[in-house]
C-alpha cells in the first residue's frame, strides 16, 4: 500500500481522523465512513483483500510511509485517529501511555494486593525490568509511590487512565 493508492480510494480527515470512500464498493458509498472497530477498540479498515490498522494509514496518508515504530494514541482512545492524537514511539514509550487494565483492583496501574504479605505492593515496569517500589498498608501510600515513580521515569499522564 503507497500513499498514492492509498488517496486514489479514499480521503482522511486529519483533524477527525475518518477516512472516507472516494469512489462506491460493493456495499459501500461514496463519502461513506470506512471502518470497523475492533474488539480492541482500534479501528481497522480492509484494503484490496488486506487488513490495515486506521492509525497507521492515517499515518501512510499524511507522511507518504507507515510509521517506524509503534504508534501511540496520546489520549488513550485506540479509535480516535486524528494526526493530533497519533505518535510514533518505541514500545517502551508506549506501555508508558497504557490504560488501565479491566482486571486492575486498586484502581492504579502497578499497585496491587499482595495476599503472602497482607499488604499493598507497588510495582514499576522500566526497560523491561520489573521494581518493587514497596510494601504498604495503606492503599493511598502506594498509589503515591507509584506516582512518584511514573514522574521520575517519564511516563505520560494519561497513563492508566481509562
Given at each position: 500500500m503507497?500513499?498514492?493508492?492509498l488517496?486514489?480510494e479514499?480521503t482522511?480527515n486529519?483533524d477527525?481522523g475518518?477516512?472516507?470512500?472516494?469512489?462506491?464498493?460493493?456495499?459501500?458509498k461514496?463519502?461513506?465512513?470506512?471502518?470497523?472497530?475492533?474488539?480492541?477498540?482500534?479501528i481497522?479498515?480492509q484494503?484490496a483483500?488486506?487488513?490495515y490498522a486506521?492509525?497507521?494509514?492515517a499515518?501512510?496518508?499524511?507522511?507518504?510511509?507507515?510509521p517506524?515504530?509503534?504508534i501511540d494514541?496520546?489520549?488513550?482512545?485506540?479509535?480516535n485517529?486524528a494526526?493530533s492524537?497519533?505518535?510514533?514511539?518505541?514500545n517502551q514509550?508506549n506501555?508508558?501511555?497504557?490504560?488501565?487494565?479491566i482486571?486492575?483492583?486498586?484502581g492504579?496501574v502497578?499497585?496491587s494486593?499482595?495476599k503472602?504479605?497482607l499488604t499493598?505492593?507497588a510495582v514499576?515496569?522500566v526497560s523491561?525490568?520489573q521494581?518493587?517500589?514497596g510494601y504498604?498498608k495503606?492503599?493511598?501510600?502506594a498509589?503515591a509511590?507509584?506516582?512518584?515513580a511514573e514522574?521520575h521515569?517519564?511516563?505520560?499522564?494519561n497513563?492508566?487512565k481509562?
Amino acid at each position: 500500500m503507497t500513499q498514492k493508492q492509498l488517496h486514489l480510494e479514499f480521503t482522511y480527515n486529519r483533524d477527525t481522523g475518518v477516512f472516507k470512500r472516494i469512489i462506491p464498493w460493493k456495499i459501500k458509498k461514496y463519502g461513506e465512513s470506512l471502518k470497523t472497530t475492533h474488539h480492541s477498540g482500534y479501528i481497522y479498515m480492509q484494503i484490496a483483500g488486506k487488513k490495515y490498522a486506521g492509525h497507521r494509514l492515517a499515518w501512510l496518508s499524511v507522511y507518504g510511509h507507515f510509521p517506524d515504530g509503534q504508534i501511540d494514541h496520546i489520549d488513550g482512545n485506540r479509535s480516535n485517529n486524528a494526526l493530533s492524537n497519533l505518535r510514533v514511539v518505541s514500545n517502551q514509550v508506549n506501555q508508558q501511555n497504557s490504560s488501565l487494565r479491566i482486571d486492575n483492583s486498586s484502581g492504579q496501574v502497578g499497585v496491587s494486593w499482595f495476599k503472602t504479605r497482607l499488604t499493598w505492593r507497588a510495582v514499576i515496569n522500566v526497560s523491561g525490568k520489573q521494581t518493587t517500589l514497596g510494601y504498604f498498608k495503606i492503599l493511598e501510600e502506594a498509589i503515591a509511590a507509584r506516582k512518584k515513580a511514573e514522574t521520575h521515569y517519564g511516563f505520560h499522564a494519561n497513563h492508566g487512565k481509562d
